[in-house]
């Protein structure tokens, strides 16, 4: 089992990451969060901050989300309510991949979905894997090639994601359901490993 020791950054990739260390910031703030919370928020941003460089073992995430009261409490049956479910998550984790060589992903990202049209998953922000430069995987990233380029429409949504978690509390309406969510976990194979 191997693990290559640092991610593929672009200059492009900084704004985005400091959005993200932000949000930490915000989140680690409220009332609701408390203090194991903010100490896995503070880990994850340590491994922001760290990038390029890997921080080994590390799985955990942090988000904030906005369903709209009538989803929260709908049963699933007919007829479908109208309202939409929103979240903007920062995640750090880590996983074998088809070779069992490790490797360690960031995502920085924002899950909608719309009600009563068909379920769906819509990227409104950014998403992006950060893959370790690896030898060994199913995709690799060849960094040697000059092909790292964005639509004007994944930049825009890249903007919205930065802009929205600037203020999370405006999405903190009446009629909406605002949550917070820290979350840290341990993967079988780590688990393995350690035993």
Known sequence: MTMNQKFVIFPEDEKVIEAA???GDWIACQLETTNEEKAIVQ???????KLPEIT??????YEFSATSIELEN??????????????WSVSYS???????????IVEI?????PYPR??????AGDEME???FKRSTEKPMDTTKNDHSITEWQQARIDDWIKDTQDPEKFNLDGVSFEIEVSKWYPNWLMQKNE
């Not at 880590?94 to 360690?104: K, L, P, S």
């Not at 068909?118 to 990227?123: I, K, N, V």
């Open 74 to 87: 709908w049963d699933g049956k007919e007829p479908v309510p109208e309202g939409e479910e929103r979240s």
């Open 130 to 132: 950060f893959y370790l």
């Open 118 to 123: 068909r379920y769906y998953e819509e990227f």
């Open 109 to 113: 990202f924002n899950i909608f979905h």
């Open 94 to 104: 880590q996983g074998q991949d088809a070779n069992r060589e490790v490797c360690a």
């Open 21 to 23: 260390i932000k949000l």
């Open 43 to 49: 880990e994850v941003q340590a491994a922001l901050r």
């Open 56 to 61: 080994f073992g590390l799985s955990a995430d």
